[in-house]
């Protein structure tokens, strides 16, 4: 099992701009697909964006044009670029990797907050 761990969460005003990072533990060889969920207090998970293995995005609607997600394979970190940050953006954001075989990883989860 590939262990996720990221970083880059905090607080920060309306407008602003914050980049997390998901590093893995080891070179991971048969991800299909991996990206970022968020989950606020009080609502369900929601996925935010993912990016397949051929560099293919895709984004929820609602962060479309302000998030952007990419992928270092040689530093086995992808990142998450999150700009114009609005009040609804403040969730714990989770990444994940879907596997060829085995279960989902995920890592443990990093706090934004965004102050209006």
């Known amino acids: 099992q590939v262990q996720l761990v990221e970083s880059g969460g905090g607080l920060v005003q309306a407008g602003g701009s914050l980049r997390l990072s998901c590093a893995a533990s080891?070179?991971?060889?048969?991800?299909?697909?991996m990206g970022w969920y968020r989950q606020a207090p009080g609502n369900e998970r929601e996925l935010v964006a993912t990016i397949s293995p051929r560099l293919t995005t895709n984004y929820a609607d609602s962060v479309k044009g302000r998030f952007t997600i990419t992928r270092d394979n040689a530093r086995n970190t992808m990142y998450l670029q999150m700009n114009s940050l609005e009040a609804e953006d403040t969730a714990v954001y989770y990444c994940f990797i879907d596997h060829l075989w085995g279960p989902r990883s995920w890592g443990q989860g990093t706090q934004v907050t965004v102050s209006s």
């Open positions: 080891r070179i991971v060889t048969d991800s299909i697909n």
